[in-house]
């Protein structure tokens, strides 16, 4: 049996998470849920938006499932102390909830999906995409200060050690999942030494794997091919800015944000989750599109080694969406969250029984 640290969140949180438990339960894969409290409803109950108990016993599990957290206050801070923490070390703090379970897991890589499927309106059409995102650095370690009334600097770091971990990843993530090709996507003919080491990086990695095609391309380069070409990218790796921009850029060619399944991988835990927010302005009506949680639910499986349960949700959501009669409104439909979970877990069950 798995144990699973599960963290509904805010919002559309509970009432996807719900969905993609039914959905996952439908398969038969034996999981003990281990329910904890984390997002603003955890502020609201216990004072803490990441309280200590769920930070310790997510790390205990080495796997947490979570519903999407809301961040209300833009000035807090998350210090929280996982059990086995010396009283008298200074815990570290982070800006989120959120952050703080990727950081503390160890996390080092994010994975975003974003496909398009048969019968969901979409602006491009052909995309199957993984992108593979380092999380810890570049210009997204906000070092950056004023030189002047009106010029003002920010520093962008890029290590070997990050970057052998991320493409590493990325290529291991290519051959578990029988994917055929990594693109390295940086700017190094002008970012010559920090874009340069980790497109250098990429190529030493790549000589490890021969069975996978390997090549790089610039990250304008790259934009302009998912909307012109967007069968071409399977599997892409890249530093932390060009990521953030370029999985909000697939999850938009895709359809909708409800389609996006993410993950985090750590050394000491991952944490599966989809791509977008809270969606307050749908919560509570029943609406949302469970399909990011549910398929976030099936790479969780895939990493707990239940290939088979993963393939079959993923079988499952795409025979689903090839209906429009089960598309909630986000993809033009007036399906409900129950509608669509239900149409998944009959065509689970009725793949189950045959
Ligand atoms: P959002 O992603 O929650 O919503 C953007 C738009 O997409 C909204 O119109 C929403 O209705 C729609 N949408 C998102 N997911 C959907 C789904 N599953 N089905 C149907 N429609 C969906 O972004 P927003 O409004 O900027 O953020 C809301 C809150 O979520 C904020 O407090 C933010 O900090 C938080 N957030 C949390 C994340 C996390 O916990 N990983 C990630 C991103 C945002």
């Known amino acids: 049996m798995h144990k699973v640290a599960l963290m509904k969140g805010d919002g559309i949180g509970p009432e996807i998470v719900d969905a993609a438990v039914q959905v996952i339960e439908a398969t038969g894969v034996d999981i003990d849920w281990i329910h904890l409290e984390g997002g603003q409803s955890a502020r609201k109950k216990l004072g803490a938006s990441l309280p200590d108990e769920t930070l310790s016993t997510y790390l205990e599990c080495g796997v947490g499932f979570k519903g999407p957290f809301s961040v209300e206050m833009e000035d807090e801070r998350v210090t929280p102390r996982p059990r086995g ?69 920010a520093l962008k770091i890029i290590t070997r050690k990050a970057s052998e971990a991320v493409v590493r990843f990325a290529f291991e993530f290519a051959k578990r999942n029988r994917r055929k090709r990594v693109t390295a996507v940086h700017k190094a003919n002008v970012l010559k030494q920090t874009d340069g080491l980790f497109v250098r990086v990429a190529r030493e990695i790549a000589c490890n794997y021969p069975e996978i095609e390997f090549n790089d391309r610039f990250v304008d380069a790259s934009c302009a091919m998912i909307v012109s070409n967007p069968s071409w990218f399977d599997v892409a790796v890249m530093p932390n800015q060009y990521g953030d921009i370029m999985s909000d ?106």
């Open 85 to 153: 923490v010396s009283k008298n070390k200074q815990p570290r703090s982070y800006n989120s909830a959120t952050n703080a379970l990727r950081r503390e897991g160890g996390g080092f890589a994010a994975v975003r999906l974003a496909r398009n499927y048969r019968g969901v309106p979409a602006p491009i059409h052909g995309l199957d995409v993984v992108i593979v995102r380092e999380i810890n650095e570049d210009i997204y370690v906000a070092s950056e200060y004023t030189v002047e009334d009106d010029t003002a600097v």
């Open 249 to 354: 850029l697939c999850a938009a060619a895709a359809g909708s944000l409800g389609l996006g399944a993410g993950a985090t991988y750590g050394t000491q835990a991952c944490l599966f989750e989809p791509v977008h927010g809270t969606a307050p302005d749908i919560a509570g009506k029943g609406i949302a599109n469970p399909v990011s949680q549910i398929l976030s639910g099936a790479l969780m499986l895939r990493h707990l080694g239940e290939e088979q349960y993963a393939a079959a949700i993923e079988l499952a959501v795409k025979d689903v969406l090839s209906e429009t009669a089960n598309h909630t409104p986000d993809l033009g439909g007036n399906a409900t969250t129950q509608k669509i979970t239900q149409a998944i877990v009959d065509r689970i069950s009725g793949h189950n029984s045959r």
